[in-house]
């Protein structure tokens, strides 16, 4: 039966986010702030946060990311959140397996659209089956620069096939471009600083389902989550 209820008392369900940006910008330093992560490791590239002891299981093929929420299910209540990264390497991975089909003299197989469905497919399914998990999820990726025929920048978002982008983009909370930029500080030296961007800017996409974040946040989960629960987060400032 269908009941009046009230935004303030609306347990959905545990939040989902997707951090994007360049190899090396931190994606993973900033998801391992999320609180008792479980990693999902499917580049073999968790040494920035080897110091913090993190629990991680480590993924080779499509079929091993789908075992992998399976485990994670049975071990729910150990963690708080799970962290798969990248989403854009299980993407190649599902590709690779339902794609790499070879010819009797073992030359590639050109994929037919078929094989391109079967593969949007099956990412739709893991997608789904983390989301389905009783825990934050927080995806990694990589970007996807789209160039203008003038070869200016057109347009900045998450890398995945085809409209996956915008599939996965819809289904999150929270979409969080990884930005670095190198300042001076007052003795003259040069820092590099990072933050997220949580809304569309310069081209870029991101996206705030909450809309209580700054256009500038620090790449944490403290700093994402204090807005969250009412308490004011001075923004990051950038330069424009």
């Not at 629990?55 to 789908?66: I, M, P, T």
């Not at 049975?74 to 990248?86: L, R």
């Not at 990412?123 to 200016?152: C, E, H, K, N």
């Not at 300042?183 to 600083?193: I, L, M």
Request: hydrophobic residues 40%.
């Amino acid at each position: 039966m269908l009941q009046v209820q009230n935004t303030r008392a609306d347990t959905s369900g545990p939040l989902r986010y997707l951090l994007y940006g360049a190899s090396g910008s931190g994606k993973t330093t900033a998801a391992a702030t999320f609180p008792r992560p479980l990693f999902v490791d499917c580049e073999g590239g968790l040494l920035s946060v080897r110091a913090r002891g993190i629990d991680f299981v480590r993924c080779g093929s499509a079929q091993e990311v789908f075992e992998a929420v399976s485990l994670i299910r049975a071990h729910a209540g150990s963690y708080d959140t799970v962290v798969v990264d990248s989403l854009t390497e299980v993407a190649r991975l599902v590709v690779e397996a339902t794609t790499g089909r070879t010819d009797r003299a073992g030359r590639p197989v050109t994929p037919s659209l078929a094989d391109w469905s079967r593969c949007v497919q099956v990412i739709r399914q893991l997608v789904r089956a983390f989301t389905a998990l009783p825990m934050t999820v927080v995806f990694t990726a990589l970007p996807r620069i789209v160039r203008a025929d003038s070869g200016d920048v057109g347009a900045v978002r998450p890398w995945l096939p085809g409209r996956l982008a915008d599939e996965v983009a819809a289904e999150m909370d929270f979409v969080l471009y990884l930005y670095g930029q190198e300042d001076d500080d007052p003795s003259g030296e040069r820092n590099y600083r990072r933050m997220f961007l949580t809304a569309p800017h310069k081209r870029v996409f991101a996206k705030d389902r909450s809309g209580s974040l700054p256009l500038w946040v620090n790449p944490t989960w403290e700093a994402l989550t204090v807005p969250l629960r009412g308490t004011p987060s001075a923004a990051v400032a950038v330069a424009a």
